[in-house]
């Protein structure tokens, strides 16, 4: 199962427990759910898409916790992860994580490992055996060798 679809069922399966579902099915065009990711090792920091010319420019960088859309993430089935403030996609450059225009570049496919049943998740670039890393408040989010154990390579999802 895709890991957009992962996500979409566990949001609908826990708000089907609070509300009766209703019977319509989703337009082609439906909203996209929107997410915020954040860390296991940190908690209240949160992926947040930046602004800065630093090198690499627009780096995404762990942030505590302020609300506006450049926290906001859309994850795709095609394995794209998407700013809504900026609309531009997690992008691998070197060994950091940046916002780069969505173009479906490897770069930006990421694939979903759940940690503990759908509570946290490791994000690896691909197959690449390169996995997101909390690198510090305010600084860049990394990639390096995922390792399962590793607190600072979960994240916790949770709708917006």
Not at 13 to 33: G, K, R
Not at 69 to 75: A, C, K, L, M
Not at 110 to 134: A, K, M, P
Request: proline residues 5%.
């Amino acid at each position: 199962m895709k890991f957009g679809r992962i996500l979409a069922a566990v949001a609908v399966a826990a708000t089907a427990l609070l509300v009766a579902p209703a019977s319509h099915a989703a337009t082609p065009d439906a909203p996209q759910n929107e997410w915020e990711i954040e860390s296991v090792t940190r908690p209240g920091d949160v992926w947040d898409q930046s602004n800065w010319a630093w090198d690499p420019e627009y780096p995404i960088v762990a942030h505590p916790r302020h609300g506006e859309d450049n926290q906001t993430w859309y994850i795709s089935d095609d394995g794209t992860i998407k700013n809504k403030r900026y609309e531009w996609c997690a992008t691998a450059v070197g060994g950091d994580l940046a916002g780069r225009r969505c173009n479906g570049s490897e770069d930006q496919r990421w694939v979903g490992h759940s940690y503990d049943n759908y509570h946290s998740w490791l994000f690896e670039l691909g197959d690449s055996g390169r996995c997101v890393t909390h690198n510090g408040v305010y600084k860049e989010l990394t990639l390096a060798p995922c390792e399962r154990e590793r607190s600072d390579q979960r994240w916790i999802i949770h709708k917006r």
